[in-house]
């Protein structure tokens, strides 16, 4: 992989690579596209024991050279049910936002959006339907992510 430049950002972006290879976490995978380190496709698999279960669902990550000060943005590119992904695929996390740390990297954030799928909070909704079906008719609620998690399998 040529990379033309480097900067802060980018040897960060081959530190947080290096670690998901070296120590990769349970359930979740990502890398750099080939020609540009600043964008990254990611895995997430639906965690055992949720409506999730056996799901694989896609995400791209879009860093700036602001990173690690500035968290990435990131979105589901799969279709999922979520109270806490709007319907563009973005997500609805304190540390994509305000609660965001130079100390989190590339594995932290997809561990964390793990943990929403199998925990979410139906207090800041991104998607009231979810949100509200979780809340009130957790079997419909279960319903609809399964259909995700299906067509998760077609991709």
Same mark, same amino acid.
């Given at each position: 992989?040529?990379?033309?430049?480097?900067?802060?950002?980018?040897?960060?972006?081959?530190?947080?690579?290096?670690?998901?290879?070296?120590?990769?976490?349970?359930?979740?995978?990502?890398a750099p596209n080939e020609n540009n380190i600043m964008m990254w496709n990611?895995?997430?698999f639906g965690p055992n024991e949720t409506p999730f279960e056996d799901g694989t669902?896609?995400?791209?990550?879009?860093?700036?050279?602001?990173? $690690?000060?500035?968290?990435?943005?990131?979105r589901f590119i799969s279709k999922i049910f979520h109270p806490n992904v709007y319907a563009d695929g973005g997500i609805?996390?304190?540390?994509?936002?305000?609660?965001?740390?130079?100390?989190?990297?590339?594995s932290?954030?997809?561990?964390?959006?793990?943990?929403?799928?199998?925990? $979410?909070?139906p207090n800041s909704p991104a998607n009231s339907t979810a949100a509200q079906l979780f809340k009130e008719n957790r079997r419909e609620y279960e319903k609809r992510v399964r259909a995700c998690v299906e067509q998760s399998f077609a991709e």
């Open positions: 992989m040529g990379f033309q430049m480097t900067s802060p950002a980018r040897r960060r972006l081959m530190r947080d690579f290096k670690r998901l290879q070296d120590d990769p976490p349970t359930g979740v995978s990502g990611a895995v997430i669902f896609k995400l791209v990550i879009e860093f700036t050279e602001e990173y $690690p000060n500035k968290p990435p943005h990131v609805c996390l304190d540390i994509l936002q305000g609660r965001w740390s130079p100390t989190y990297d590339v932290s954030i997809l561990t964390s959006i793990q943990s929403l799928l199998c925990d $979410p909070n």
